[in-house]
């Protein structure tokens, strides 16, 4: 071989053990774009193949779990949700946490749900989270739709009044928020399984005990009224400042703190890059440890 | 001027043996110590040379060591070697799905890989949609797709199914519409493995063509594994021999291949038995030994055959306990693979153990007629229709050209097997 020569050479790409520090190759992310909108496609379309009622399993889940809600918390526990009918004040929770943990559970095991794929073909890994949340988001705008179905439905019998503020026109920024925040947690924890598998264990009931303490089901307030030394729990939760400011921005229903809505933009931010970070370290070999 | 389009310097890779447990944290740990204080990786200095069969000492190997190459653009790249000699680990780093431990690879033109078609089909999808699905995950944009959905298709040969879910498919008609899908890649480099071992005779020989075309007449640079060393001799231009993870040759791909079937497990002409070591199996084979009867009934024990002479293939088993209807099957192929007679006992007899001890299984071969060439043996023991001991290709033999019709003319050809069969010339 000779040494000398190379020097002189251009190359298009390198394969080498380690880049540098942060290598987002976001241009490579473009290039497979089509890739990302098929992986949509095809999660969305497989998912309720061969079933009956199809894409009405998207809307059975929040709203048997939106009944439940009311049924134990409303009426038996006798939680107060103001003005607003407890039915659509937890259908509204429930429909924003659920785009959250679908896009958490789901982009949590890419690496070993896929590594058959990702240990024969290279793309841009960073794809198929992407393509999980933005196929969530699909199922969020189905099970929206339902929401404004009920909202009519309530405002026909007069159980609520329609609010509509400038508040509800950052709407889609507070889904986003809460997309971001599942895919950067999901990244990080995808990284972190394919080596250690407990993680995966935890997310399980981590998550669910995660939704007593976001504010899913009862005001905010309410927590910090009651439990006064546990105040800090729903603090310092980002989750629940989404929950909460969605539902005032749909329902009028609770408070907005700027300070915490901030505070929840910054931990997005933050988890967000940490998670592209540990994903990008991770994905150049995954392989040998999934 | 050599126009290079790919370069690997000094690839290395290691792995980690044994499973991955509570073990890993601590040797991540002690990584992560090391790497904060400036010092070098305390787990890349050990490992062993990637030999499968001996036992080892250290928890780490290496896959590949010190891999160096070049390939020129339009060049068909063979990579042979044995089962677990580094090469898929190689084809893995150079397609991206695995990092290198060391070493760099220099690339001047985008790399595809298809190191197992169908990679990414969703059994629910319709065939069409897979195609769009299959060439995306391969690095193609819908426009490319739509632009050769046709010649894709027809290529397939599955017209009739393209609108039907693919789990509706039979497995060859899956790998058909998956390899024509790569096929209709458009990479400067095209990485490729073992591919063909699907798939019907005529479709076989449409992939090796379109890899072909490929090369030749479109001039991009394919690596190509394999194990069919037909396939490799037809296609290749250049050759390298990977064992236990280094480069033993790099050069013309007929002396690779030459130099491969010679480095085998086995060497010819030095022993016609081999001996096993000695298990805790309630049965195993203990030794195989092949000989040959010349036609006086003299036994020759050289490993080199006399072409005419009779062959003998003796397996002998240890018992530690009964057995009943054992098998013992004795499979004869060429040194590139393939497989030329299957010799076994429970089609012409049965046999029982009634009691424990030793036992030997003679099978006299006397109307097997090889042509002069290196051949090897895979023997196997089974009981009812469970295999209880295998040896594959564990011994080889040469057969020496002899004048077997006695006119002085030695049959001649790259053939296996001959006849003396008799020859009548009559007048209508």
């Given amino acids: 071989?000779?040494?000398?020569?190379?020097?002189?050479?251009?190359?298009?790409?390198?394969?080498?053990?380690?880049?540098?520090?942060?290598?987002?190759?976001?241009?490579?992310?473009?290039?497979?774009?089509?890739?990302?909108?098929?992986?949509?496609?095809?999660?969305?379309?497989?998912?309720?193949?061969?079933?009956?009622?199809?894409?009405?399993?998207?809307?059975?889940?929040?709203?048997?779990?939106?009944?439940i809600f009311t049924i134990i918390f409303n009426n038996v526990a006798g939680i107060k949700t103001g003005e607003t009918p407890a039915f659509l004040f937890n259908l509204g929770g429930v429909m924003v946490w659920n785009y959250f943990t679908s896009c958490l559970n789901d982009t949590s095991d890419t690496f070993k749900k896929n590594a058959s794929i990702f240990g024969k073909v290279y793309f841009p890994r960073l794809i198929v989270p992407l393509s999980i949340v933005m196929s969530n988001l699909v199922k969020f705008g189905i099970q929206f739709l339902i929401f404004i179905a009920f909202y009519i439905y309530y405002f026909m019998i007069g159980k609520v009044t329609f609010q509509f503020t400038t508040a509800t026109l950052f709407f889609p920024i507070l889904v986003a928020i809460m997309g971001i925040l599942g895919l950067g947690l999901g990244m990080i924890i995808s990284s972190l399984v394919t080596k250690y598998r407990d993680l995966s264990f935890l997310v399980g009931f981590g998550v669910?005990?995660?939704?007593?303490?976001?504010?899913?089901?009862?005001?905010?307030?309410?927590?910090?009224?009651?439990?006064?030394?546990?105040?800090?729990?729903?603090?310092?939760?980002?989750?629940?400042?989404?929950?909460?400011?969605a539902r005032y921005m749909l329902?009028?229903?609770?408070?907005?703190?700027?300070?915490?809505?901030?505070?929840?933009?910054?931990?997005?931010?933050?988890?967000?890059?940490v998670g592209l970070l540990i994903f990008n370290k991770t994905e150049k070999s995954f392989i040998d440890t999934v | 001027m050599k126009d290079i389009i790919l370069k690997a310097e000094n690839i290395s890779k290691q792995y980690r043996l044994g499973t991955v447990g509570t073990g890993t944290l601590s040797?991540?740990?002690?990584?992560?110590?090391?790497?904060?204080?400036?010092?070098?990786?305390?787990?890349?200095?050990?490992?062993?040379?990637?030999?499968?069969?001996?036992?080892g000492n250290s928890d780490y190997v290496w896959a590949l060591q010190d891999i160096n190459f070049e390939v020129n653009r339009g060049e068909v790249l063979g990579i042979i070697g044995k089962n677990g000699a580094g090469k898929s680990t190689l084809l893995k780093i150079l397609s991206k799905v695995t990092a290198p431990t060391t070493g760099v690879i220099k690339s001047r033109g985008r790399i595809a890989s298809l190191l197992e078609v169908g990679t990414g089909f969703n059994p629910e999808l319709t065939g069409r949609e897979n195609i769009y699905l299959n060439g995306a995950i391969l690095g193609m944009t819908k426009k490319e797709i739509t632009s050769k959905l046709d010649e894709i298709i027809a290529f397939s040969g599955c017209e009739r199914y393209i609108d039907t879910p693919t789990k509706r498919y039979s497995s060859g008609?899956?790998?058909?519409?998956?390899?024509?899908?790569?096929?209709?890649?458009?990479?400067?480099?095209?990485?490729?493995?073992?591919?063909?071992a699907v798939g019907d005779a005529e479709f076989q020989k449409k992939a090796i063509g379109k890899m072909q075309d490929i090369s030749k007449s479109e001039g991009r640079t394919v690596l190509f594994v394999s194990h069919n060393m037909a396939a490799v001799r037809s296609l290749c231009t250049k050759g390298?021999?990977?064992?236990?993870?280094?480069?033993v040759f790099f050069?013309?791909?007929?002396?690779t291949i030459d130099l491969y079937l010679k480095s085998s497990i086995f060497s010819f002409n030095s022993n016609n038995y081999i001996e096993f070591e000695?298990?805790?199996?309630?049965?195993?084979?203990?030794?195989?030994?092949?000989?040959?009867?010349?036609?006086?009934?003299?036994?020759?024990?050289?490993?080199?055959?006399?072409?005419?002479?009779?062959?003998?293939?003796?397996?002998?088993?240890l018992a530690k306990q009964m057995y009943n209807n054992l098998k013992a099957s004795i499979i004869i192929s060429t040194a590139s693979g393939t497989r030329i007679a299957a010799i076994r006992s429970h089609e012409i007899t049965d046999f029982v153990f009634d009691s424990k001890g030793d036992f030997v299984f003679k099978a006299t071969a006397s109307d097997l007629k090889l042509m002069p060439g290196d051949y090897v043996v895979t023997i196997a023991l089974a009981e009812n229709n469970t295999t209880i001991d295998i040896k594959e290709e564990c011994l080889g033999f040469t057969v020496v050209p002899n004048d077997v019709y006695g006119t002085g003319r030695i049959p001649k050809g790259n053939l296996y097997v001959y006849s003396d069969a008799k020859w009548e010339l009559n007048q209508k």
């Fill in chain 1, 1 to 67: 071989m000779n040494k000398t020569e190379f020097s002189e050479e251009e190359w298009l790409f390198e394969i080498a053990p380690k880049d540098k520090f942060f290598s987002l190759n976001l241009k490579e992310v473009w290039r497979y774009r089509d890739l990302l909108m098929l992986f949509v496609k095809r999660d969305v379309v497989t998912v309720y193949k061969q079933t009956i009622l199809g894409p009405l399993w998207y809307l059975i889940q929040p709203l048997f779990t939106s009944v």
């Fill in chain 1, 251 to 273: 329902l009028n229903e609770g408070s907005i703190s700027v300070s915490g809505l901030l505070y929840t933009v910054v931990v997005t931010i933050v988890v967000f890059f």
């Fill in chain 2, 251 to 255: 050069g013309d791909i007929d002396e």
């Fill in chain 2, 278 to 317: 000695e298990k805790e199996a309630p049965i195993q084979i203990s030794k195989f030994e092949v000989s040959s009867l010349n036609l006086k009934g003299e036994r020759s024990n050289s490993s080199g055959v006399l072409m005419g002479n009779i062959l003998e293939f003796s397996i002998f088993v």
């Fill in chain 2, 27 to 55: 040797h991540d740990l002690n990584r992560w110590w090391h790497a904060i204080r400036g010092k070098e990786d305390p787990y890349l200095k050990v490992g062993e040379t990637n030999d499968r069969s001996s036992k």
């Fill in chain 1, 208 to 245: 669910q005990l995660l939704m007593y303490v976001s504010a899913v089901m009862y005001p905010m307030v309410l927590l910090k009224e009651k439990l006064p030394t546990f105040g800090w729990l729903i603090e310092y939760n980002p989750l629940a400042y989404v929950i909460e400011t």
């Fill in chain 2, 173 to 196: 008609m899956t790998v058909r519409l998956a390899f024509a899908v790569a096929a209709f890649l458009e990479p400067e480099i095209l990485v490729v493995d073992e591919v063909l």
């Fill in chain 2, 240 to 247: 390298m021999l990977i064992e236990n993870g280094k480069t």
